[in-house]
T-cell receptor, first 110, second 112 residues
Framework: DAKTTQPPSMDCAEGRAANLPCNHS???????VYWYRQIHSQGPQYIIH???NNETNEMASLIITEDRKSSTLILPHATLRDTAVYYC???????????FGPGTRLSVLP | DAGVIQSPRHEVTEMGQEVTLRCKPI?????LFWYRQTMMRGLELLIY????????DSGMPEDRFSAKMPNASFSTLKIQPSEPRDSAVYFC??????????FGQGTRLTVV
């Protein structure tokens, strides 16, 4: 079973920041938080991952709370192409597989 | 690298026929995963391999499903005989050690 809880859907205006929350209250000390997204009809795409420090790459930023029980994925300037289902996953670095929950369906509106 | 390559992209077959899905992982990756995605159940892990050896096949729905990885650059998922409830998108993914998993574009299977 997935170890994370995400809102089923969110809307965001184009050009604004999209903030996608994720709760992972049972996360273990050796588990990382990963974010993937799936654009319609495509395979899931890796976005970012982190352990306890905030992370940023060319796609997004990941903010993890100090107690590590929740995190937020931030898309700083959402575009229509960011419309997708976003999955938050917790997994040990050398864990065996990724367990996908239902994710959050983000709709970026013009 | 061209990424994880799956074939065919679309497959339509009649109930009772054998179906074979193919996957070429990213070169150098030692883990390979097969997932199935349906509207009802979302993304489910079917089986994964490490260094060509099946490690966990507990997600394989029943004996009609089988997967092989004869070498590091090729894997197949076979359904025999196929049934309409097998209709889904099947994804293959690969990774190396602690890296993130990279997914193929999937095979959309329709069994009529």
């Amino acid at each position: 079973d997935a170890k994370t809880t995400q809102p089923p859907s969110m809307d965001c205006a184009e050009g604004r920041a999209a903030n996608l929350p994720c709760n992972h209250s049972t996360i273990s000390g050796n588990e990382y938080v990963y974010w993937y997204r799936q654009i319609h009809s495509q395979g899931p795409q890796y976005i970012i991952h982190g352990l306890k420090n905030n992370e940023t790459n060319e796609m997004a930023s990941l903010i993890i709370t100090e107690d590590r029980k929740s995190s937020t994925l931030i898309l700083p300037h959402a575009t229509l192409r960011d419309t997708a289902v976003y999955y938050c996953i917790v997994r040990a670095l050398y864990g065996q597989n990724f367990v996908f929950g239902p994710g959050t369906r983000l709709s970026v509106l013009p | 690298d061209a990424g994880v390559i799956q074939s065919p992209r679309h497959e339509v077959t009649e109930m009772g026929q054998e179906v074979t899905l193919r996957c070429k992982p990213i070169s150098g990756h030692d883990y390979l995963f097969w997932y199935r995605q349906t509207m009802m159940r979302g993304l489910e892990l079917l089986i994964y391999f490490n260094n060509n050896v099946p490690i966990d096949d507990s997600g394989m729905p029943e004996d009609r499903f089988s997967a092989k990885m004869p070498n590091a650059s090729f894997s197949t998922l076979k359904i025999q005989p196929s049934e309409p409830r097998d209709s889904a998108v099947y994804f293959c993914a690969s990774r190396s050690g602690a890296t993130e998993a990279f997914f193929g574009q999937g095979t959309r299977l329709t069994v009529v």
